[in-house]
């Protein structure tokens, strides 16, 4: 098993330069919604409306789905998906799905949708359960940062 692992990790290191060698500059930009590695959905196929109307993460489905901003975005009902539809700057998470303190500290990082906050209607993710604590002790001075910085974070 061990020496499994070792032979996959050596083939992802003689295949990376490869992919990394054909992206130009300007498709190293980061995406205007975070949408992981695999999964190439927001929020990593979990229901944005559901944070806000149910208070806590589930999972959304393929029946509901939509595009926008160049991500994949899935409901847990047809009713979720309208009213995203009809006003989705109100239920997207803040900063594309990326990290909140991370945006604070001028960097786009992966955002946990497992780890998520709505502050004043809002939704907020963080990367992980350190990150979070930072964050907890002062929200609305990250929030500020992370607003002032969020313009420019992505290099786009």
Not at 2 to 7: C, D, E, G, Q, S
Request: with cysteine.
């Amino acid at each position: 098993m061990k020496r499994r692992h070792v032979l996959m990790a050596a083939l992802a290191l003689m295949a990376a330069p490869v992919v990394m060698g054909t992206v130009t500059p300007a498709e190293a930009k980061k995406a205007d919604i975070y949408q992981g590695y695999f999964w190439k959905a927001a929020l990593n196929g979990y229901d944005t409306v559901a944070y806000h109307t149910v208070g806590k993460p589930v999972e959304g489905s393929s029946k509901f789905q939509t595009d926008w901003k160049g991500a994949k975005w899935f409901f847990a009902s047809k009713e979720n998906l309208d009213k995203f539809k009809s006003m989705p700057d109100k239920y997207a998470p803040q900063y594309g799905g990326y990290c909140a303190y991370g945006v604070s500290q001028g960097a786009a990082v992966k955002g946990d949708p497992l780890l998520w906050k709505v502050v004043d209607g809002k939704l907020y993710v963080n990367i992980n359960k350190d990150v979070v604590k930072i964050w907890n002790k002062d929200i609305p001075g990250y929030i500020q940062q992370a607003n002032s910085k969020w313009p420019t974070v992505l290099g786009n």
